[in-house]
């Protein structure tokens, strides 16, 4: 147990619909990262935030967005979404000056 | 811009053989690297990491790697790997600053023979 948690485990969600990712870190970690992996796509980096504030922005689509509450929690909101979004969400959390990154057991999107 | 190379995507070892999953990397300063392990299902469990000292590191699971900065390599080895070892493996680098994000290969798939 990585002491990340995310809700839900699976989501199965139409076309067109809007869902949200939710995510708590290991306790005293200020930084969470948000990841999607796919089959044909792999591991990509999503978005970062630390303390509240994005901080780094990888391959994330603008119907993506996120934010990191002041209890830390992080929500990633998908919208508008395609059948290509289907994948594994996973959110990872980190202390400060420490690179390395604990895994939650991710999200299942499956969009029909 | 920091990129990772992970040149196999799938290796079958047979139960009790050694193993060596490689790891390319490059970037413009001195790495953090990273191993992790993910389970069919599950999120990705960090075996080990490198920042800095001793080349050679061990990690959890029996699992090292060694850090070769002329090679820019940091290959991961078991020397007897068990059926439970089945699993995706994924080399990482990181900023040496607070909490920059890494860059994760793409994963090298590994398959254990009884």
């Known amino acids: 147990d990585s002491g990340v948690t995310q809700t839900p485990k699976h989501l199965i969600t139409a076309t067109g619909q809007r869902v949200t990712l939710r995510c708590s870190p290991r306790s005293g970690d200020l930084s969470v990262y948000w990841y999607q992996q796919s089959l044909d796509q792999g591991l990509q980096f999503l978005i970062q935030y630390y303390n509240g504030e994005e901080r780094a922005k990888g391959n994330i689509l603008e119907r993506f967005s996120a934010q990191q509450f002041p209890d830390l929690h992080s929500e990633l909101n998908l919208s508008s979404l395609e059948l290509g979004d289907s994948a594994l969400y996973f959110c990872?959390?980190?202390?400060?000056?420490?690179?390395?990154?604990?895994f939650g057991p991710g999200t299942r999107l499956t969009v029909t | 811009a920091q990129s990772v190379t992970q040149p196999d995507i799938h290796i079958t070892v047979s139960e009790g053989a050694s193993l060596e999953l490689r790891c390319n990397y490059s970037?413009?300063?001195?790495?953090?690297l990273f191993w992790y392990v993910q389970s069919p299902g599950q999120g990705l469990q960090l075996l080990l990491k490198y920042f800095s000292g001793d080349t050679l590191v061990q990690g959890i699971k029996g699992f090292e790697a060694e850090f070769k900065r002329s090679q820019s390599s940091f290959n991961l080895r078991k020397p007897s790997v068990h059926w439970s070892d089945a699993a995706e493996y994924f080399c990482?680098?990181?900023?040496?600053?607070?909490?920059?994000?890494?860059?994760f290969g793409d994963g090298t798939t590994l398959t254990v023979k009884p």
């Open positions: 990482a680098v990181g900023a040496s600053t607070n909490a920059g994000k890494s860059t």
């Open positions: 970037y413009g300063a001195t790495p953090y």
């Open positions: 990872a959390s980190s202390g400060r000056g420490a690179d390395e990154q604990y």
